[in-house]
């Protein structure tokens, strides 16, 4: 029996050493192989495309970065990093068990009183990360709704963002919620967090179903609720909370990211430095390509769906940002009003060219080429939003037409000038923990000051003026026929008349072209 304990222990530690064994050799692989990640994006699509590796294997590999482990994790200096490294044995061993219980699990809430619009309760999925005191807290988008009429019609065709009866028990992280190193290189290690988007409120409302109102409207009391129950599962001890979200959650993040570190605040865990990360939720209260009656969600200018939203959800804003537009607190929705009175920190990542913005400003990009005032309209929006982003100084803004992207698998692709975002995300990470050592302080009041390291930069926003004239943009596909289109062809159909750029620039029409082919 002796003997057979002391194989089982030698077993053991050969296990674990063939973990570290293989996790230094990943670390110390030639930087150049670990870097050839550059160039255009679709070109790289292509080639893979005709090698035809296995599928998954084929995302991993497109989707690694010359940083493919989080040594910030540790939140410390290398003294802490064996720490780290017994942590992430530990999570491997044994190496043999491929198949790793990685998904997350879906929670209920205890406070049966917080509930999705329908009043079935509301919940979270969660993967815990035993050793990481980092987590992720990201928040679901999906629309609002914003009366009785607009609201029946979401719980008739969009019901599972209404109510939890059909949630599923697991889901898989993707993205920035991927536990796969290679798919999301800085964050793969941390406890995550989805909060089903089930409140049609752009989390922000504190209404419960009663006998009088046909829908509970509880966004913004689900999001304290989940941070009180993730207090008992390790969030107490946790050095970083990152709330992140995108479209209807990214807008949510702005609205509730200093709610939740007052929350901490208030419960005693000031050594839980609150931040923000706000994907595709950074809309403009814009005039409408097309104004239309306020009759759906889609075609209803956002300033106005907003501004009826607010009264029928009982939605809060941040008190700083109420304060600030006393009357008008339908303002706060819009990134460009809210982001000024917040004091966390938060990371903006908006494509110039979003379509959700272009669908509510009534531009349609099916069918027909768009003719010369939109493309004149979507060239301003582009503009207008640059304009808007000019001050906030931690941002990724391409010059792509899409919608979301910190949880799509090909979010490492996507680069402005050079820089992909999760470095950029990890510059920030990196910037504020230097600011937090110097200042003494867990929570940077002045945003302003964040002061990135020599090479790593924070505020990436493109500046050609043409949608998808970033080279790492996604593929494009037509709409109809589903074919991947180049650059030059999607802006064809977008209505770009080349000879009159061209003109324009003062060059000539085929090398305004090549520019264009080769992303320039």
Request: charged share 20%; aromatic share 8%; hydrophobic share 35%.
């Amino acid at each position: 029996m002796q003997s057979r304990g002391v194989r089982r222990s030698w077993a053991g530690r050969s296990a674990v050493r063939s973990c570290l064994l293989l996790l230094f050799i990943h670390v110390s692989a030639p930087v150049e192989a670990r870097s050839m990640h550059g160039g255009r994006a679709q070109s790289r699509r292509a080639q893979q495309q005709q090698q035809q590796p296995p599928l998954a294997h084929r995302e991993r590999v497109e989707a690694a970065e010359s940083f493919p482990l989080d040594f910030t994790a540790v939140e410390g200096n290398m003294d802490n990093f064996m720490v780290q490294v017994k942590n992430l044995a530990q999570s491997l061993y044994p190496c043999s068990a491929q198949k790793l219980d990685q998904d997350m699990k879906l929670h209920f809430l205890k406070n049966v009183t917080v509930t999705c619009n329908d009043g079935s309760a509301a919940g979270y999925y969660i993967k815990e990360s035993k050793g990481s005191k980092r987590w992720l807290l990201f928040l679901e988008g999906g629309w609002y709704c914003f009366n009785r009429q607009t609201c029946d019609s979401r719980y008739e065709t969009m019901r599972r963002l209404m109510s939890s009866t059909k949630w599923p028990q697991t889901r898989t992280g993707t993205g920035i919620l991927s536990p796969q190193p290679e798919e999301n290189p800085h964050w793969w290690n941390a406890n995550m967090v989805f909060v089903p988007y089930c409140s049609s409120d752009v989390w922000s409302g504190v209404t419960p179903k009663t006998d009088h109102s046909d829908y509970a409207f509880m966004g913004s009391l689900i999001i304290t609720e989940v941070v009180n129950e993730l207090l008992t599962k390790g969030l107490d001890n946790a050095k970083v909370l990152l709330l992140a979200g995108s479209s209807a959650g990214g807008t949510g993040v702005l609205l509730n990211v200093d709610q939740v570190a007052e929350q901490l605040e208030s419960q005693g865990h000031r050594g839980v430095r609150v931040r923000g990360l706000a994907d595709s939720g950074w809309f403009l209260d814009n005039r409408q390509y097309k104004h239309t009656d306020c009759l759906d969600t889609i075609s209803c200018a956002p300033t106005e769906a907003i501004k009826r939203g607010i009264r029928y959800w009982g939605g809060l804003v941040p008190k700083s940002c109420r304060q600030a537009h006393v009357g008008e607190e339908w303002k706060c929705f819009f990134g460009y009003k809210v982001f000024p009175t917040l004091n966390s920190p938060v990371f903006v990542v908006q494509w110039l060219f979003d379509e959700a913005q272009l669908t509510v400003d009534n531009i349609q990009l099916t069918g027909q080429p768009v003719n010369e005032a939109q493309w004149r309209y979507i060239q301003n929006l582009g503009q207008e939003l640059r304009s808007t982003l000019r001050d906030v100084p931690a941002m990724f803004s391409p010059a792509c037409l899409s919608h979301e992207l910190i949880t799509r698998t090909y979010w490492t692709d996507i680069q402005v000038k050079g820089t992909s975002l999760p470095r950029a995300l990890h510059c920030w990470d990196r910037s504020l923990q230097d600011n937090n050592q110097t200042s003494g302080s867990n929570r940077n009041h002045d945003k302003h000051q964040t002061s990135p390291a020599g090479g790593c930069p924070l505020h990436l926003i493109d500046s050609c003026p043409w949608p998808h004239c970033n080279p790492s943009c996604p593929t494009i596909r037509d709409q109809l026929t589903g074919q991947e289109m180049s650059v030059v062809q999607f802006l064809k159909h977008m209505g770009f008349d080349v000879q009159k750029m061209a003109q324009q620039q003062g060059m000539d029409p085929k090398k305004l072209l090549g520019m264009l082919s080769n992303g320039s």
